[in-house]
């Protein structure tokens, strides 16, 4: 069936909502906005076994997961082999999905990638000033009684210094452009972006994350967690850090081997971290970072304002609609799958969307 042909009032859209006790959401309105404003059927999912998930699936076009967990197993009952066609996941990790069998079985899949952009890298930001400043260290003296300068030296000026760059998508052009505008000099490494392209951005490519290790006095991975990228940043890349060097991290904790940053920190082979993310989640009360006056920490809420909470919800819906409606997704996250999804529109804004519906 064409995109053309498909009438938005036969559509129905599946919401797996949070689990019991996640109150990031007790309100799924914006959720079912963009399903409501071209007359489609807005489902709540309110069944616990994958038996129930199963039979809901053959009577809907796509699905969305926020804090739900969904089976790969699931993947054999849609995209060719059943009536819904995708699935958008919240947020911009997709490591707990099996891209491999949702492309052998159709299955559009998406994530809300880039409504938090600006966020995270205001929080990386924050991180690298923090770290710049030693701010952990004096802010914990001063409240404690002390009043001294013996512990400034060394602290960078930053102006002028490297900041370096791992990943250059959405959040790490964000983060590019704000050290830019702290008269940094801005290194990426990133094999999928090229050199003209980042010259746009004011960035210069590097060729290897080892360059991104030796020269960069702040450095900052901004990647996707997969095989690639689990613990890319480790024991050999730590070696080749400046011993004045910063450890700023908002992606994904395993892509750090924090056992590998804990003992760099420990040998004084980097100058400290900022953190936002770690291996494990809640962090360990007993682990040995949350001790360590050179290192910065917060707990996972990098991506969070509410604004950009309210368009992560509301893009989520979007992008379920593009995908109920016939066209692919934004955010594809499976392109291989346009080798067995069949055909489809180009992704459009959603703006354009309800203009090319009449709405």
Excluded at 66 to 88: A, D, I, T, W, Y
Excluded at 103 to 117: D, I, P, Y
Excluded at 124 to 130: A, D
């Amino acid at each position: 069936m064409s995109p053309e042909s498909i009438d938005p009032k036969n559509l129905r859209v599946l919401f797996l909502g949070p689990r019991r006790g996640d109150t990031h959401t007790n309100d799924f309105e914006p959720q079912g906005r963009a399903a409501r404003s071209v007359g489609a059927e807005f489902v709540v999912y309110d069944g616990e076994s994958d038996g129930e998930l199963i039979e809901a699936l053959k009577d809907v076009d796509v699905v969305m997961a926020q804090g739900h967990g969904f089976s790969p197993e699931m993947f054999s009952e849609m995209g060719n082999n059943g009536r819904c066609k995708g699935l958008v996941s919240f947020g911009h990790g997709y490591d707990t999905m099996d891209l491999e069998s949702a492309v052998k079985n159709g299955v559009v899949l998406s994530n809300t990638a880039s409504f938090g952009t600006e966020e995270v890298s205001n929080q990386t930001m924050l991180h690298f000033l923090v770290c710049s400043r030693k701010f952990v260290f004096h802010d914990k003296m001063v409240k404690n009684g002390g009043w001294n300068r013996d512990h400034l030296a060394p602290m960078g000026h930053i102006v002028a210094e490297t900041f370096g760059i791992i990943g250059l998508g959405n959040i790490g052009r964000a983060v590019a452009r704000k050290a830019l505008a702290f008269g940094m000099k801005v290194i990426a490494y990133d094999p999928f972006v090229s050199s003209w392209d980042a010259k746009e951005y004011g960035v210069e490519i590097v060729t290897t994350p080892q360059e991104i290790a030796r020269r960069s006095d702040y450095v900052s991975p901004h990647v996707y967690l997969t095989d690639a990228t689990h613990h890319m940043v480790g024991a050999e890349f730590f070696d080749l850090m400046k011993p004045t060097a910063y450890l700023i991290n908002c992606s994904r904790g395993p892509v750090v081997d924090e056992l590998a940053l804990i003992d760099a920190l420990n040998q004084k082979k980097i100058a400290g971290a900022g953190l936002d993310v770690f291996e494990q989640e809640p962090i360990d009360p007993e682990n040995p970072l949350l001790k360590m006056d050179n290192v910065s920490v917060t707990n996972h809420y990098a991506s969070y304002s509410e604004v950009a909470w309210d368009r992560a919800n509301s893009q989520l819906g979007e992008e379920a609609m593009r995908i109920a409606l016939g066209y692919w997704p934004m955010s594809l996250i499976n392109p291989d799958v346009r080798s067995t999804g069949g055909l489809r529109n180009w992704a459009v804004s959603w703006e354009v969307m309800l203009a090319e519906l009449g709405k």
